[in-house]
């Protein structure tokens, strides 16, 4: 049965998730072929300091001409885990020009040019599977793609970020502040010296980009993801959260609107019930939850991150170009037929958790009532107590009904506007309900 | 792009299932032609009483001639919503000989004789599905099969029986008997007039057969799940599980061996810590923990039943029938190149809770102590107290370490030939921690 060639694979990147790749791919080599049926092998390493290379990677096959690699007549897949935009766009490109197919982890690459890679790919009859670039190992993309390819997905709601989930866990569970969880996250290796694509929400939108792109078989760019980060997320509104019996999750949404004629993505952190599955997701944990017509909620959860979680998503993902290699077959490429207009944050319907500094005198609840009223932003609950050791100040918090982020904004800006409101102290939406 | 003679499906069964896949392929018909490439049909109905076709279904495509049905040259994809083994099994592979895929929902025929309809599949170039088969909507099959084909599954551990977790479920929150909670089972639609397949683990142990058969590489038989019911499990147990900070599930297990040399099935109720993720799988809903290990602990979690998330999962696998028949490719076919063997329950280690009825006097405890040690099964605590209302009797609630399945029968014998030793109340094993 097993033909004699072997498959050949040049792995582009040999960090974290590179040198476990190779690792898997030579202590594993007899169950990856007789589940691939052919043996697959290296064909080189592309690297870009060729005197970091880790232990147990197979020096030979080191080279620092990743052009040249890609360009090999032998190489039947790619592999790309450097990350980034550029060289990783040119060489993936370059691969599906001499007819390789393509397995990535790189979400930044998906997010900002999925279409024309995808394109590409197409037109040199190769696979491009990606499965690695969302969440690590928790099956996620191929779900999408194929277990729901007969669904109608409404709802894509997730945490997909281990490094800001780690920091609000901290502030959570141990009442750290942010520069606090920030600073445990990085000596544990959870953050990365500079953490702003983690903190910032970048990371967490490229994904929300990718995942909303596959649900609802639409183009969504970086640009058309709402993101905002979890740095301005304080001590006061985790407790704030405790009090409605809920926790604050940074949480990427993708929304298919009530009548199914548009689409959102955003990132920001959220207050969600602590009875909601994703309020016990905790460390560097990801999951994500998928709501679709027919299935109901499915939720999938795993490690997010991680040079193993994430060489095993990638290795699944080159059994299946493999498979199709020999068979002379092509995965399923981009599904974006739908085309739904992508609405801006301030078509988003949700619930609002609004703090505000006050001054602490009669009247100022009725205030700001009306301003809340005349926006048409109905209120759910309202909390009015006096700041410790401020006389004359008062803290008001309250939870709105579901309302849109542009009636909301207006709300805001119209109380900033009062004399009673000495602030906004926070402004965070309620999700998960 | 969209070639113009439709992908024709033939419609086994229209039941709850079968009626909700009809429905969805009609609604959904210009999404399912998007994504599949090319229109997708219905060709025909199959059912057996003809008076019973629910509201919506097309009349004019029904008929009781299945077998005439499958054997029609224009049908591409037969899918199966029959259940049962005949005349499923029959049509099934008539539908392969006629050069058809199957995307089937059958757990009972696919544990009983997945092997030979694998073969009969391969033979004639054809696909053969069946996520529906395990966890209705939950991704199970295809993550198995496909997302972790590079990476080693070392455990598989999960609810994928929703009625009997609605049982657990209920007498854990409400404290209801088991007789009381099988009423109200079967009184909201959750378990049928004969529940006998869900309450003594029939259904779970033809799952746990597919499940350990894909994550293992391995023939695993109906014969080789080890399987327990719930019939057995008393408001006792779940109280005397609460007492440890654990609820009872009715639990799958597939794992394979410490030296990775062997494989165990089995299915029975156990008790997990309250803390686990299982422990919070309400009503019937199932969740499935995987092991693996490069992609570390991952859980799936979804409903595991009913009409519309099996017709999802029924859909998603159609799509990859019809995208397969458009370019000529064929999904991945059975897997078992491993051939572990698979051991029997003996040995099985885990931990265990044993509930004895002993007399009320000194000794007593040390005498059963003895026994415990005599089998090598280190006793981890007990717990000893007097049974209310009957004096002279008291209950003796041993927790073991880890210990094999045959010690610990072999310790149950001796404690039962003891004359302190009244009766064994309950032995229930320890999981997930």
Redesign the interface.
Known sequence: MMRTRPLRVALLGCGVVGS?VAR?MTT?AD??A??IGAPVELAGIAVRRPGRVRAGVPEHLVTTDAAALVAREDVDVVVEVIGGLEPARTLITSAFEHGASVVSANKALLAEDGPTLHKAAEKHGADLYY?AAVA????LV??LR???????VNRVLGIVNGTTNFILDRMDTQGSGYAEALDEATALGYAEADPTADVEGFDAAAKAAILAGIAF?TRVGLDDVHREGITEVTAADIASARRMGCTVKLLAICERAADGRSVTARVHPAMIPLSH?LA?VHEAYNAVFVE????????????GA?G??T??????????AC??KL????G?GE?A??QLPVSPMGEVVTRYHVSLDVADKSGVLAQCALVFAEHGVSIDTVRQQGKEGVAGDASLVVVTHRASDAALSATVEALRRLDTVRGVASIMRVEGE
């Open positions: 476990e898997l594993h169950d990856l007789a589940r499965e690590g190992a928790i099956p191929r779900p194929e277990s729901l390819a007969g669904d109608t078989h599955p016990s679709a017509e027919a299935a109901g909620q499915l939720m999938l959860y795993g490690p991680g193993s979680p060489a095993s998503a990638v290795l699944g993902d080159l059994v299946a498979r199709n068979s002379g077959a092509r399923p599904s037929y739908s």
